[in-house]
């Protein structure tokens, strides 16, 4: 009952705050004011619950070019309260292409793409800068992220493979264990794209020492690929993404599904 109270306390200050927000913008401030006025505003609805009044002032805030990328992101969280989830992704995304380097925009990016009804996300480079808060994602969603790993000589890279980490692959892979990631995807740097055999032996190696199950990638160009994949099955390998050698045609899908390999 307290907590109530308190409750309703909050929201009836929140609407006075609104009330004289409104106000002041009759009073038609100075410009430099609008700005904040406007993110306040869409603030305080939001957390009003009052949807439709915070996507307007948020719309509005981008109008003002310092808060832009902002807007977004707050447009992003409006729209993801109204259950509006690829409106959310595509906010989020704008609000990125600004400030590549919020963690939290990323994390609320996936959990966008869940509600959207994806049924699987997976998260490379961030499950390196921020694996903390990729293995809460996945505890909070048992089996529906994936975390992919690239790896060159057991060190994880990241970016597109730009920057070489000094973190071996098997450490950060460990630190998902038992987060209820559903799948470690480990792509072999060296192997991927050149269509020259899949690295099984440091795949199984990584494989044997994890409890969650491994998908391997890089390399899977054939049947042959595949089988040695499935020798090692009782490591944990689970399966093999197939990339180039699927669209450059040396992969059947057809012929693979229906081999006993």
């Given at each position: 009952e307290a907590r109530e109270r308190d409750f309703r306390g909050a929201e009836d200050t929140m609407e006075r705050a609104i009330y004289h927000l409104v106000t002041a913008l009759r009073l038609r401030p100075f410009e430099s004011f609008v700005g904040?006025?406007?993110?306040?505003?869409?603030?305080?609805?939001?957390?009003?619950?009052?949807?439709?009044?915070a996507r307007r002032f948020f719309t509005k805030l981008r109008q003002h070019p310092e808060y832009g990328?902002?807007?977004?992101?707050?447009?992003?969280?409006?729209?993801?309260?109204?259950?509006?989830?690829?409106?959310?992704?595509?906010?989020?995304r704008e609000f990125l292409k600004h400030e590549p380097d919020s963690a939290l925009a990323w994390s609320k990016t996936?959990?966008?793409?869940?509600?959207?009804?994806?049924?699987?996300?997976?998260?490379?480079?961030?499950?390196?800068?921020?694996?903390d808060l990729v293995a809460d994602l996945c505890r909070r969603h048992p089996g529906r992220i994936a975390i992919g790993i690239d790896g060159r000589d057991g060190r994880v890279a990241v970016e597109g493979w730009l920057e070489q980490s000094e973190m071996p692959v098997i450490d950060l892979a460990r630190h998902f264990e038992g987060a209820g990631a559903?799948?470690?995807?480990?792509?072999?740097?060296?192997?991927?794209?050149?269509?020259?055999?899949?690295?099984?032996?440091?795949?199984?190696?990584?494989?044997?020492?994890?409890?969650?199950?491994?998908?391997?990638?890089?390399?899977v160009t054939n049947?042959?690929?595949?089988?040695?994949?499935?020798?090692?099955?009782?490591?944990?390998?689970?399966?093999?993404?197939?990339?180039?050698a699927l669209y450059a045609g040396a992969f059947d899908v057809g012929e693979a599904l229906a081999s006993p390999c």
């Open positions: 904040n006025i406007y993110k306040d505003l869409g603030e305080l609805f939001l957390h009003t619950r009052q949807y439709k009044h990328p902002l807007a977004h992101y707050y447009l992003g969280l409006t729209h993801f309260s109204m259950g509006r989830y690829t409106n959310s992704i595509q906010h989020y996936a959990l966008a793409w869940l509600e959207a009804g994806v049924r699987r996300v997976i998260i490379g480079t961030w499950a390196l800068r921020q694996p559903a799948a470690i995807i480990y792509t072999d740097i060296d192997r991927d794209g050149v269509m020259q055999g899949h690295n099984v032996a440091a795949t199984a190696h990584l494989a044997a020492a994890l409890s969650t199950p491994v998908i391997a990638s890089g390399g049947l042959k690929d595949l089988a040695a994949l499935k020798a090692e099955a009782a490591t944990g390998i689970d399966g093999g993404l197939v990339g180039r």
